[in-house]
Every structure is written in C-alpha cells, then in structure tokens.
C-alpha cells in the first residue's frame, strides 16, 4: 500500500552541526509535504512544507529537498540546538482526496551539548 | 500553544466504558481531523470535517467509534465499549483551507484498563 517512511529511526548530533532528516515516500501522485516536530507529550508543531512544483524551501535554519524522480525528501536544520530535540515527521497528502496526511514513523533527533 | 485546543489531556478509563473528547479548533478554520498516534508511530487519520460535513472515515474508525462537529465549530470523537487496544494519543487538527498549514492540539492521552 501507499506508505511514506524514514530512513533513520534515530539521529545523533553535536549541537551546532547541521543535521539532514530523509524520508522516502511511494505515491507519486502526493503533491503536498510537511515535515512536523513533536516533543514528548505535545502534538505535532509544523516546520516546513513544500508542494510538488517546487524542489526546494528554505525557512528560519531549516530547508526541505524534494525529489520526486527517486520520491525522497529531506529536512536539514542549520546549527542545530539542544532545543531541536524531538521526533520528526515527515508526511504527504494528495490534493483530491480530502488533504488527510499520511505520515512516516518517525526520526528521533538527539543534540548533544 | 497552536490555538487548537483538546480536553481532557489525559483521560484513564476501565474497559468497557464509554469515552468523549472535545477539539475546539482556530475559528476561522473549517477543516477538521480527527488522528490517533500510538507510541513510536506518527499519527494515523480517523476522520475530517469541512464545516459540520463529515466528508471522510478512515477504515481505522469502527462503529465504536463516532465523530460529530455540530454547527461546524468544536468537534467531539466518542469511543464507546472501549478497549485496551484504544489506548492512544488522540489529535485533532484543523487548516484554514485544504493543503494549507495543518495546526495540531496537544492531544488527548487514553489509557484503557
């Protein structure tokens, strides 16, 4: 079935290192994507999105790539801070079928002082 | 705070019992989701509304399960009979517009003993 997954499960880094989170999702017919961070306990806060015309975004210390040839997408967070611990998600969403999100597993990213 | 707002935030229940939660969503927002999250896994849709219309139930949503947003504004998912396989993160979720920014609520914690 159509899924969208992650790569890493967990990511390790020094704070103030650039971190890249990847995500590969199946539907090519997906044209919206979002990147969330959840911290313990609280819902999913937005990041970034992209649409399917576009193959870079760039926000406040963070870009997503989109690759719709291989279906993959990327985070990177510039700098990263203790304060960028979380679990991300990636997840799509194809227009005509009522903008439901489909999201990936989950990469847990750990910053080290 | 994303301005979605859920209650309770945790609720423990014994099996069997029947369970309500609200989702009050950013007013001007006319789209509402309905997803559940179990621990390590991002969230899986139940259902949405445009306005008062519930357009869409994911397969996930049995007929224990009910979803109502009167006059189009808050939104209550009730459980009956519940089961220890219910226990879950419960989110709502609510964008202006389809494929537009989704804000998520802290969510709703269900323990089923």
């Known amino acids: 079935g159509e899924s969208v997954g992650l790569h890493l499960p967990t990511l390790s880094v020094q704070e103030g290192d650039n971190s890249i989170i990847n995500c590969a999702y199946s539907?090519?017919?997906?044209?919206?994507f979002i990147w969330y961070k959840q911290e313990s306990g609280k819902g999913p806060q937005f990041i970034i999105d992209?649409?399917?015309?576009?193959d870079k975004r760039q926000g406040q210390r963070v870009t997503v790539l989109l690759n719709k040839t291989v279906k993959h997408l990327s985070l990177q967070i510039a700098a990263t801070q203790p304060g960028d611990s979380a679990v991300y998600f990636c997840?799509?969403?194809?227009?005509?079928?009522?903008?439901?999100?489909?999201f990936g597993q989950g990469t847990e990213l750990s910053v080290k002082p | 705070d994303t301005g979605v707002s859920q209650d309770p935030r945790h609720k423990i229940t014994k099996r069997g019992q029947n369970v309500t939660f609200r989702c009050d969503p950013i007013?001007?927002?006319?789209?509402l989701y309905w997803y559940r999250q179990t621990l390590g896994q991002g969230p899986e849709f139940l259902t949405y509304?445009?306005?008062?219309?519930?357009?869409?139930k994911s397969r996930l949503l049995s007929d224990r399960f009910s979803a109502e947003r009167p006059k189009g504004s808050f939104s209550t998912l009730e459980i009956q009979r519940t089961e220890q396989g219910d226990s879950a993160m419960y989110l709502c979720?609510?964008?202006?517009?389809?494929?537009?920014?989704?804000?998520f609520g802290q969510g709703t914690r269900l323990t089923v003993v």
């Open positions: 997840a799509e969403t194809v227009y005509n079928q009522g903008g439901k999100l489909i």
């Open positions: 539907n090519s017919a997906s044209d919206y």
């Open positions: 992209i649409r399917s015309n576009m």
């Open positions: 007013s001007e927002h006319n789209r």
């Open positions: 509304f445009q306005n008062e219309a519930q357009l869409e």
């Open positions: 979720a609510t964008e202006r517009a389809m494929n537009t920014e989704a804000f």
